[in-house]
Structures are given as structure tokens and as C-alpha cells.
């Protein structure tokens, strides 16, 4: 079947602009994941949602941004008023239940670059 | 608090060569380790998972990994490289409780040589 799915593949912006960043999961898992690959700070868990709920919004940076998650399905990050130390890959990553032998699978990413 | 290091941002090898990349674990509770791979502007595939049956885990593409826990280890071994085998390599932990996010490494660049 599909994989999970990242749109844009990449967004460029200027800095103070808001940028929404799109999941689509796996059909059928529960939980996604959001985390930020950047140059300075490797790989960094963001949010964590299970079904519409985000149980575990810890990694988020900053409250310029949010995420929701819709029908336990499709998943929006919107950063708000974007700053330089946004630019990053931003990946998605989706498991099917959450359990801690699951394995999470990973899309594509956005990559955005913030003028 | 979990936590992998990855000894070696960048590895050579000789293509034909043992590829050996290096993970350390620190965890409060029994881990369970990942390794990805991340090929050129995509996201990561799992190579192999360790959640406490075997200790020696065998991967995709002719990986395998061995859990030590008196070593605190997971390195990722192959016998014998491959120029596709050129990417870059993430250890990961789970969180021991909640939500389960990994905790990854900070990569481990590999280049093969001719």
C-alpha cells in the first residue's frame, strides 16, 4: 500500500510568513509523529498525536507552532510569523497504534528554507 | 533519560570491506533500538529493530545488528560494503514510556570506496 505521504516536498518563505507543512499517514495508524531535522540539532521529535489527540506536544519549539490532526487521519504543522532557525526538513512518521515494538515509518519530508 | 551516541559522524570503507557503525545506548529501562537509513532528499527506512527477543538482529540489504547490554551497544554491521551502501545511518531509542517518540543519533555519514 501507499506510505506516508509529505506535501510541499519543499516550501521556500519569507521570513514572517505562516507556512502549513501536510501529513497523509499510513491507512489505518493511529499514531503520527512529527519531528525536525535540522543542520544544528539533528533529528528532534516534535508532537505526537494518537487518533485527533496530542498527548505529547513537548518537542514543539515555540508556540508559533501547532499541529492538528483531522478524521485520525491527515495531519497539518503550521508555523506562524516563520523565523531563519525554522529552515529544516520537517518528516512525518506514522505507526499503527503507538506501541513502544511498533515500528514508525517515515515520509518523504518538507524541506523549508525561510528567506 | 534515553539517550544513543553515534561514534563517527563520517565512516569510510572500501567497497568489498566489513562496514562497522557504532551505537551506545543510555536507557533507565530495557531498550528497544532502531537503526534507519536516510537515502538523498527522502525520509528514513528501517534497517532492523531490536525489542528484547534476539539479541542478533538481521536487517534489510544484509545488515544486522547485535544488542550487548553489558556494552551498552548496537552497532550496525555488514560484511562486505556495496557503493549503494552510501548513505547516511540513524540510531534510534524509544522512550521508555508515553508516547514512545524515538530519540535518534546523530547520524553517521558512510561513504564506500572503489
Known amino acids: 500500500g501507499a506510505g506516508v505521504s509529505q506535501s510541499p516536498s519543499n516550501k521556500v518563505t519569507e521570513k514572517g510568513k505562516d507556512v502549513e507543512l501536510r501529513c497523509d499517514p499510513i491507512?489505518?495508524?493511529?499514531?503520527l509523529y512529527w519531528y525536525r531535522q535540522s543542520l544544528g540539532q539533528g533529528l528532534e521529535f516534535l508532537i505526537y498525536?494518537?487518533?485527533?489527540?496530542?498527548?505529547?506536544k513537548s518537542g514543539l519549539p515555540s508556540d508559533r507552532f501547532s499541529a492538528e490532526r483531522t478524521g485520525g487521519s491527515v495531519s497539518t504543522l503550521t508555523i506562524q510569523r516563520t523565523q531563519q532557525e525554522d529552515s529544516a526538513v520537517y518528516l512525518c512518521?506514522?505507526?499503527?497504534?503507538?506501541?513502544?515494538?511498533?515500528?514508525?515509518?517515515f515520509g518523504p519530508g518538507t524541506r523549508l528554507t525561510v528567506l | 533519560a534515553q539517550s544513543v551516541t553515534q561514534l563517527g559522524s563520517h565512516v569510510s570503507v572500501s567497497e568489498g570491506a566489513l562496514v562497522l557503525l557504532r551505537c551506545n545506548y543510555s536507557s533507565s529501562v530495557p531498550p528497544y533500538l532502531f537503526w534507519y537509513v536516510q537515502y538523498p532528499n527522502q525520509g528514513l527506512q528501517l534497517l532492523l529493530k531490536?525489542?528484547?527477543?534476539?539479541?542478533l538482529v538481521k536487517g534489510i540489504n544484509g545488515f544486522e545488528a547485535e544488542f550487548k547490554k553489558s556494552e551498552t551497544s548496537f552497532h550496525l554491521t555488514k560484511p562486505s560494503a556495496h557503493m549503494s551502501d552510501a548513505d547516511e545511518y540513524f540510531c534510534?531509542?524509544?522512550?521508555?514510556?508515553?508516547?514512545?517518540?524515538?530519540?535518534f543519533g546523530t547520524g553517521t555519514r558512510l561513504k564506500v570506496l572503489a
Open positions: 491507512s489505518g495508524h493511529t499514531a
Open positions: 498525536f494518537q487518533g485527533n489527540s496530542a498527548p505529547d
Open positions: 512518521a506514522s505507526s499503527f497504534s503507538g506501541e513502544r515494538t511498533d515500528t514508525q515509518y
Open positions: 531490536y525489542t528484547s527477543a534476539a539479541t
Open positions: 534510534a531509542v524509544s522512550a521508555p514510556s508515553g508516547t514512545y517518540k524515538y530519540i
